[in-house]
Nanobody
Framework: QVQLVESGGGLVQPGGSLTLSCAASGIIFTSYTMGWYRQAPGKQRELVATITSRGNTKYADSVKARFTISRDNAKNTVYLQMSSLKPDDTAVYYC????????WGQGTQVTVSS
């Protein structure tokens, strides 16, 4: 059974930092491109960042230079380090494993507010 379990969300003040984690099980982790997506209320889900098994990364323009995606293939875990957070970053953040099949996590809420 495939599971993607996100953690690390919460409430943070503007300008603050937060690190999300996504632990994967039931898949051959190194066969998947891992990604973070987010969905704000009333908006469509959008790509935040992706990382291939070789470590090649891609970011949405809105988060470049503020967010960093990384993965630990030994721990089957992908991370999203977020800094200089803005209220517009408020959303549910989802982890995705993209391969022959795509799998999604349940999401973790990130709220940026003073």
């Amino acid at each position: 059974q495939v599971q993607l379990v996100e953690s690390g969300g919460g409430l943070v003040q503007p300008g603050g930092s937060l690190t999300l984690s996504c632990a994967a099980s039931g898949i051959i982790f190194t066969s998947y491109t891992m990604g973070w997506y987010r969905q704000a209320p009333g908006k469509q889900r959008e790509l935040v960042a992706t990382i291939t098994s070789r470590g090649n990364t891609k970011y949405a323009d809105s988060v470049k230079a503020r967010f960093t995606i990384s993965r630990d293939n030994a721990k089957n875990t992908v991370y999203l380090q977020m800094s200089s957070l803005k209220p517009d970053d408020t959303a549910v953040y989802y982890c995705k494993a993209a391969g022959f099949f795509d799998y999604w996590g349940q999401g973790t809420q990130v709220t940026v507010s003073s």
